[in-house]
């Protein structure tokens, strides 16, 4: 089950309580139809190595939820050294996507990465309470997780230029489905990235602007003004505020009230 705190999966997605979720894009694609996933999958590799770069730099977590192809003496090292042998369909997909030690991995026996996965776990324990989901096939495997994630309350977010399936048509059928029926945020990448790092900045910006600039002698120790250096101050103000007002009310001005001339020092 997800987080009792998770906001539901009609709330929009939020990526600050987020995983990324990439499924299957560690693949030998040998089945029928393999090649013409491969093709479609290449560039929707492209956006999501961006997006999981995305997710490192904030320290979000990312999450590999595999196919483990039918080889049950496999663990995930083992899959990932099958999919990207000599001679392997996928492996120049496999090498684009590789993990990283922060990244983690749940092996999926069927198409959902719920399925009989401790993945449900793995999300309770980071505290997540909405998923990014990417991966292929789009009308496969990311289809039924989503489904899967939509049931279990997690707003989803799948966008358009990180899913793929054996062709277009049947990519946009998925999408479309998840969009309508898991209530899933579509948008692409390229258009969310942007978007979410000028809230960032501009949140950054205006906690900058908030906080009071210091004085450099802030962190001195203070002692009482003694009535010669009090004097002096009040002095020194004085020139100050002649100065300024002479500034803007100079006496040639003769629409400013009349300031008296000083005496020039010698």
Known sequence: MGNN?????????????????????????EFEGGEALLEQAMPAASAIAHLRDWYHARG??????????????????????????????????????????EDYFVLKPRHSAFYETPLSTLLEKLDIQALAVVGIAG?????????DAQMRGFPLWVPADGVASQTPLRNQRALACMEEVAGADIARIDARLPEWNSIQRSHTMSSHDRKDIRHPDHAKPQRPETENERKGRK?????????????????????????PAKTPKD
């Open 235 to 259: 002095a020194h103000e004085s020139d100050l505020t002649d100065e300024a007002v002479e500034e803007t009310f100079p006496a040639s001005d003769p629409v400013s009230p009349f300031i």
């Open 139 to 147: 009308d496969d495997c990311v289809l039924r997780t989503a489904l």
């Open 60 to 101: 979000l977590p990312v999450v590999y939820a595999n196919d483990n192809f039918g080889r049950w003496h496999a663990d995930f090292a083992k899959v990932v050294e099958h999919c990207r042998r000599v001679g392997s369909r996928g492996a120049a997909l496999s090498d684009g996507l590789l993990p990283g030690v």
């Open 5 to 29: 705190l998770q906001p539901g999966p009609d709330a929009p997605f939020e990526p600050s309580h987020s995983a990324l979720l990439i499924i299957d894009m560690l693949n030998g694609l």
